[in-house]
């Protein structure tokens, strides 16, 4: 496989972004509900694939859900509680990086939660889901993968770039030597929560920008491209001259050094 | 002014990004809140600014409030309530995009608001922010200024990319004429809420890039430098030969057409 | 059928919240969380039956769920998304005054949904339900019944009493001449989601107080009667001589009326 | 003093309830809020006077507010915050049995908060309670009073009576001891936040029923005692012969003991 030109993959990016935003508009004409769940192996590539389906939509209709872990109280409450809570309401897309999956995955081959737990997980999750689908919310699942040595190297850039250092953690660490373990929970949750009305799709991400591209035309592809007439709009000529900004007060733009 | 070279541009964006990211180690390591407000003219470049602060950062740590219209039962209630909901807890960082200041600006000029609810707004703001303050919240208000010769351009390049299109509404189109009532009500804004505890900084966004890079850097001025010493990690070599992805169950990987 | 002695109700109820305590300290002590759906035709008794379990009941523990009409915003979410946040964590109580169920009820009857949107909740509030219970939440759903003759003449106090006016609304007064239609659409709602897990229990309510003393003595012959151990407690003597209130500052207690 | 006789109290409150309940369609009719917080000694009656108060009202309009402990992320959040979403909207009565000043009141003297965080918290309590009002929110502080000796009675009574064993905490014996220390620490609560916008009213609680009275009457003279007029209501004669129950399936009315 050889590697995509950067050029080309902003191009081709670009292109997508301009099917979602139809989409979008589509979305809100309908009063539609979206939501992405994106799961899949550290460091796959989840958090930029969110990030290139995002960067260009309203942030008002699009919204990035990333739970972080959860208080004693909601602990003890139904497990999809705090999720719920952030589903989409008429025209919103809700992406969530990270999901009620946890449960089958991270948590389970971790220890976090028992195996019973996560067998009841396994149970419900469909269940949930059909309720979310058969109320009318477009549901999409993926799971990112990737191969080991691929992600040895990625681990290894986290460990070099500054700004990727967050991404790594004491148990990423931990669960590098479990590669085998996380992809026997993913079969696992597959067996038990690929469904018809609510599959699974995998995308591979040894590429991520092949993969972030696969991804989001897979998601495009399996939504209707409505043209949704756009409000015309024109410009006509201002009426008057071009202001300049002025400021009554002493409250004026700070001279930065970038000028 | 020159125009700013793309090149140099995230060169320069990324050694910021770099000292966000220490500054966000400190905020977690100390516990510290930070909330920035990003108020501004139509097309000042809002929403792109948010995106270079945040685009690097832990959506778990970071997060984008853009919040829609308030619902009846909301609009009778105390003004900011909806978003004291949306405040920093511990080591996070949450980014406005348009705030509680809509009633001074958009509200006023478009009169979707009495000048009474201004008028009131006008007096209260300083004491709920004082507040914030006072609880140790580290609290930056900044607006974002263009000249209405630029705006009217970029009015125009919204109109022309689809991408953008949606930035534009019927409301914008009507504001055009508005520049100096825009002026006028962000002067009183700013004579009525710049204070010492809470101070607004005005940048100038006639180049966004230049923008961006100046407003982070005044954030980044303003918040101590600290190294926080990062756990050592080392990525030791892995016990097996890395793995594949495989598959147990029929749910593969798709054929994508980017490959 | 006699008239129920003042006296004798209060005394059984008196011994009923003391079964009622040693449960709720059975919920704190174990964890589990206790749902209670109440619903029924108008004048019933939904209001009366719910003070009379949580009156003797801490606060912080029992809550009472009255939902008024969702907004917008809510109504194009998931049905149930508004009543799930207020599901029971470890030990609480819930206690629903009218629930999801309206849409089989009131909304149906006086066409304030559609019949499919009727039809869809009926299918969809066992599996909803069904979650919960294998969850572990202890979920109970009573009907009360009554008799027209008897609601006429609630109806009737309810016009001449005026703290019962509140409880006569425009919408039960066009209710009054559909008791038929009401009847008919409980039994629809029995028919789909009467179920195992989660069945209903019908208690009549032609007398208010036996209804009470029927409906807790059900729900408490469905749940474990179990003596929790107290902590022992003590009144040591006091170290000094009972102090009386001495307030410092002009903030003393209001000469009142009733003295 | 002499005993109130129950018959004349609930003869007295039965007026006052009327009186309510008259508020509370003036509320309704003009989309006020009212907002009650209820402080006081252990045992002096807070839950008891909210009850009273409540107990004949729509659930739909007032809500009893009795906040559990904070989780650790609350706990870092501004100190208010949790308390904000539970402001009252349009026509809505709220009653908050404890507040935010327990950080003037248990934290201090048990020792769960510092020094600086009780000096803090009196400081914004003012600046909080001032936004409020001037939002236009009815705000009342109620503080029931009651004499060591007659509190001893009670605690004993909390002992003997098994309804009432919950309310004794470990926390509360150890509070006996300290009366002077909570007396200490009311008179500075009172300094730091009587002001002309919020006062405190002290009520004299060595008389449960009179205080009560008291208090309820005490708040009806600060509100409009304004007629809204009702809606002009008649129960025409019903089309048809009243009809009973009959349910058409097997799930029928439960034969309870009590009949």
Chains 1, 2, 3, 4 share one sequence.
């Not at 999720?83 to 089958?104: Q, T």
């Not at 609510?198 to 989001?216: A, E, Y």
Request: proline residues 5%; charged residues 30%.
């Amino acid at each position: 496989m050889s590697k995509f030109h950067k050029k080309d993959y902003a191009d081709e990016l670009g292109k997508l972004q301009v099917e979602l935003d139809r989409m979008t508009r589509w979305l809100q004409s309908t009063g539609k509900r979206l939501m992405v769940v994106v799961e899949g192996r550290d460091t796959a590539g989840k958090g930029g694939t969110i990030h290139a389906i995002s960067e260009r939509m309203n942030p008002r209709q699009c919204r990035v859900v990333a739970l972080a872990k959860p208080s004693e109280r909601e602990q003890s409450q139904w497990y999809f509680q705090r999720y719920v809570e952030h589903l989409p309401a008429a025209g919103e897309i809700v992406l969530f990086d990270r999901s009620w999956y946890n449960r089958a995955g991270v948590e389970k081959v971790m220890g976090f939660c028992t195996p019973e737990q996560t067998e009841t997980f396994l149970k419900q999750a469909p269940i949930f889901e059909k309720q979310l689908v058969d109320d009318g919310i477009l549901l999409f699942k993926y799971w990112l993968s990737v191969d080991q040595e691929e992600q040895e190297q990625r681990f290894a850039e986290r460990l070099a770039d500054p700004l990727k250092r967050w991404k790594l953690t004491s148990i990423d660490l931990k669960a590098r030597e479990q590669y085998a373990d996380y992809g026997k929970a993913r079969d696992e949750m597959f067996a038990a929560t690929h469904s018809k009305f609510s599959p699974w799709t995998v995308v591979d991400f040894n590429s991520q920008k092949r993969g972030r591209l696969n991804l989001i035309r897979h998601l495009l592809d399996r939504l209707p491209d409505q043209k949704v007439p756009e409000a015309k709009f024109t410009l006509p000529r201002l009426k008057s001259t071009p202001l300049r900004e002025r400021f009554a007060s002493a409250v004026k733009p700070i001279k930065g050094e970038y000028s």
